[in-house]
């Protein structure tokens, strides 16, 4: 046996790190102080030869269990169930009709849906996954804790109930990391591409460039750029084409288009102003300044300097009186998801 397993049996060897972890965990969870006495008398003989036969038992259930989970961490589910919903799919080679509408979706292996093809992937216990028609769709990962695919067009419709960061979903231009949510991700033809979240939130990530799309938000992302900047849904169509000039238009027009954007906020736009903090710099950057604090005041703590010189302490400490929860909470996923070694 090798080193780790070794260790499994009689504490020997090598310890595998995450069979670490896992007793870290399971040992947190020992009762510490005696149990309470029962309110009655049982009056069992004793049988002194079944005590070391009960407890080599015990002993070898608790290993068993170490060593299942174990393995589960170590060895994860090859692939994600397939279930063909409208015309045919395409598994690899494989085509999905009506007398084979079942599959699996294995680890670098590709669903595509041309014509009117529609298809369903389970994400393990934590979701699901609609493939609209005209898309294609990898799995990258089946690791629990990093469940992942791969959007190269068309597009998905997600429904995850696990904690956030758990699921994410790489395509052309940015990283869609799920918060808990339900949303959908669209990959045009030449890689960019937009989400729209109808519960929960997203989190859109590409070198560094970050966006926090809440429910009713949507969030455009450009190849080689990355995440835009979140809006709602209901702003003017000036605002919207303003917002894109300002994320991927011309620099030139950039600051004409920043008034338009200014002008029209309102203190539900203040999400979108808080983001442009980061997207603007020189007088933009204290143009939006002065407006987020006109709709939105920032405590006291955050400072105009604080924020002209790019404070993340001082925009967190604003964000929390947006009224979209606390900034620590994303801070932890994001600092989690990072751990996994993504940070794409």
Same mark, same amino acid.
Request: glycine share 12%; with cysteine; net charge negative.
């Given at each position: ?9 009689? @504490? $020997?060897?090598?310890?595998?790190? #995450? ?13 510490? #102080? ?7 008398? *049982? ?14 038992? *015990?002993?070898?259930?608790? *290993? ?19 279930? @063909? ?20 979706? @294995? ?57 956030? $960061? ?57 190849? $080689? ?23 991927? $238009? ?40 002065? @407006? ?53």
């Amino acid at each position: 046996m090798s080193g780790q397993d070794d260790y499994l049996w009689d @504490r $020997g060897g090598k310890i595998d790190p #995450d069979l670490a972890r896992l007793e870290d965990l399971l040992g947190r969870a020992g009762q510490s #102080d005696p149990p309470p006495p029962l309110n009655f008398a *049982v009056n069992i003989p004793p049988q002194r030869g079944l005590i070391v036969p009960v407890m080599l038992l *015990v002993a070898a259930s608790v *290993v068993a269990l170490i060593g299942l989970t174990w393995w589960t961490v170590q060895h994860p589910a090859a692939g994600f169930a397939v279930t @063909r919903t409208a015309g045919t799919p395409r598994l690899g080679s494989v085509d999905m009709t009506a007398a084979k509408s079942d599959g699996e979706l @294995r680890i670098g292996g590709w669903l595509e849906t041309p014509g009117d093809a529609r298809a369903l992937v389970e994400i393990a216990n934590i979701g699901e996954v609609d493939v609209e028609p005209g898309s294609r769709i990898g799995l990258v990962s089946t690791t629990a804790g990093d469940y992942r695919l791969r959007l190269t067009r068309g597009t998905m419709h997600a429904l995850i109930w696990a904690p956030p $960061g758990q699921f994410s979903v790489d395509t052309p231009s940015a990283t869609a990391i799920d918060l808990g949510c339900a949303y959908t991700l669209t990959v045009g033809d030449d890689g960019d591409g937009m989400v729209r979240v109808t519960s929960g939130w997203v989190g859109f990530e590409f070198n560094g460039r970050e966006s926090f799309i809440p429910s009713g938000a949507v969030c455009r992302t450009r190849r $080689g750029l990355g995440p835009g900047t979140p809006h709602y849904t209901d702003t003017s169509e000036n605002f919207r084409a303003s917002l894109d000039v300002v994320d991927f $238009g011309d620099p030139s027009l950039a600051g004409r288009a920043l008034d338009v954007v200014l002008a029209e906020a309102t203190v539900r736009d203040a999400v979108t102003l808080w983001h442009l903090l980061t997207r603007v710099g020189g007088v933009d950057r204290d143009r939006v300044f002065t @407006r987020l604090a006109a709709l939105v005041p920032p405590p006291t703590s955050v400072t105009r300097a604080g924020i002209l010189s790019g404070r993340q302490e001082m925009r967190d400490a604003w964000w929390n009186q947006l009224g979209l929860d606390t900034a620590s909470w994303w801070r932890t996923w994001k600092q989690q998801w990072r751990d996994k070694g993504d940070g794409r």
